[in-house]
């Protein structure tokens, strides 16, 4: 089997297309989106979890609530402030309806007075919370966690570092420019 030397295109070539690949897993979590752990107020024994995705100016959330009397209605909503401590201006999530087995699900946008779309940016910065009411009640809460710069959870998340992504790239590209110029260097001198 006859060997083939990387030339300096072939060799940049190869390098952009690994650098390519590395970005992939990068680009795949640059959407948005935070969970937010629902944990029960008081006795309520209501627990459950919001999952906030960026979508545009706006923000989609899905809600999985289960604990409620069978039956309910129960809603949603987002305040500013802590669970001991929320403000009175909220931004309303979808209705929820417990089933027979008191699990309730919705799926539906954050809207401030009914109407204005709520960005993820603005609701995940650590001092935001979403409650949800049943019976007149609070009955579960949780704090929205604090997405960092580059859209991840403060706390970590999945998938590669953008910061590393980068790194990796300029490295292969440095590399690939170094070997270039060394064949390059190499064929020279053979002349």
Request: charge should be negative; proline fraction near 5%; aromatic fraction near 2%.
């Amino acid at each position: 089997m006859k060997s083939r030397n990387l030339t300096g295109p072939r060799l940049l070539r190869t390098a952009l297309v690994i650098l390519a690949l590395l970005l992939l897993p990068g680009l795949a979590t640059a959407q948005d989106v935070v969970t937010v752990q629902l944990d029960p107020v008081g006795e309520s024994g209501v627990s459950g979890t919001a999952t906030l995705t960026a979508a545009g100016d706006g923000t989609d959330v899905d809600l999985d609530i289960q604990g409620l009397a069978p039956g309910v209605d129960a809603r949603g909503s987002m305040h500013a402030g802590t669970c001991a401590m929320p403000s009175a201006s909220f931004a309303a999530l979808p209705d929820l309806k417990a089933d027979e087995t008191g699990r309730a699900t919705a799926t539906g946008s954050v809207l401030f007075h009914g109407t204005e779309n709520v960005a993820l940016a603005t609701m995940a910065d650590g001092e935001h919370i979403i409650t949800i009411q049943a019976g007149g009640q609070v009955v579960a809460c949780g704090t929205i966690p604090k997405l960092a710069p580059g859209g991840l959870p403060v706390t970590g998340g999945e998938g590669t570092s953008l910061g590393a992504v980068v790194a990796v790239g300029l490295g292969l590209c440095a590399t690939s420019a170094g070997l270039f110029l060394r064949q390059r260097s190499e064929s020279q001198s053979r002349s």
